[in-house]
């Protein structure tokens, strides 16, 4: 028969108060007790007398076999009285608490709670760095000009377009090169004109140019006997 040392509450409502009780290990939790052996007042203010003990009776069923529990193993150890399942149990507790340190876990809850802090202040700081290198890249998009990108049909259609317009241009510039020269033809060839004029209206005329008079038709005149 297995034989536990654990705490039974006792009582009011915001009053509490524990006994510690040797217990078979089948029995519920109110079931029956085979020895009291103290009690536990948490709410009294003297650290004395919050615990009495009968330290005979717990050493005698500690001998027997008795496991107490991990809070009556705590009360125990406080009172100065040594088990050897808190001391297993001290040594396994050391040994997974190395282990997890060896792969970088946490092992308590204060652990687990710094180590969750610790890796969300780590994302945010991420994000904040994301956040400032977007902005930063969306400013310079904006103050660079945007290079167009036009189509392969459009590029097509551009082309002709493009070279007409050269064309176009060079037309004008040979035109507007051209005038000058065209208007010093113009104004020679009215010179060589108006200096013609003037030496055809110094010259006399020549008696060849003159107009021959057209003479009179003469009609012969046939007599009478021939009309008839």
């Known amino acids: ?58 050493k005698y069923w500690l001998d027997k076999g008795a496991i107490p529990s991990d809070t009556v193993s705590q009360i125990l150890l406080q009172q100065g009285i040594k088990n050897k399942y808190a001391e297993v149990k001290s040594a396994r507790r050391a040994r997974a608490r190395a282990a997890a340190r060896a792969k970088g876990r946490p092992f308590t809850k204060a652990e687990r709670i710094a180590a969750e802090k610790k890796a969300e202040a780590a994302e945010e700081k991420v994000k904040a760095e994301v ?8 400013e310079a998009a904006e103050e660079k000009p945007k290079p167009e990108t036009k189509p392969a049909e459009e590029k097509a259609k551009a082309k002709p377009e493009a070279e007409a317009k050269l064309t176009e241009t060079a037309e004008k510039k040979t035109k507007a090169e051209a005038k000058p020269e065209a208007k010093e033809e113009v104004v020679e060839e009215a010179k060589a004109k108006t200096e013609a004029k003037a030496e055809a209206q110094e010259k006399p005329p020549s008696p060849q140019l003159k107009k021959k008079k057209k003479k009179p038709i003469r009609v012969k005149k046939t007599d009478k006997s021939d009309e008839n």
């Open 1 to 58: 028969m297995a034989v536990k040392l654990r705490m039974t509450r006792m009582g009011r409502r915001h009053r509490p108060f524990f006994r510690i009780n040797a217990v078979e290990s089948r029995t519920p939790r109110d079931g029956r007790v085979l020895e009291k052996l103290c009690h536990y007042d948490p709410i009294e203010k003297d650290k004395c007398k919050q615990v009495v003990l009968n330290v005979e009776r717990i």
């Open 131 to 138: 956040e400032i290198k977007a902005k930063v890249e969306a």
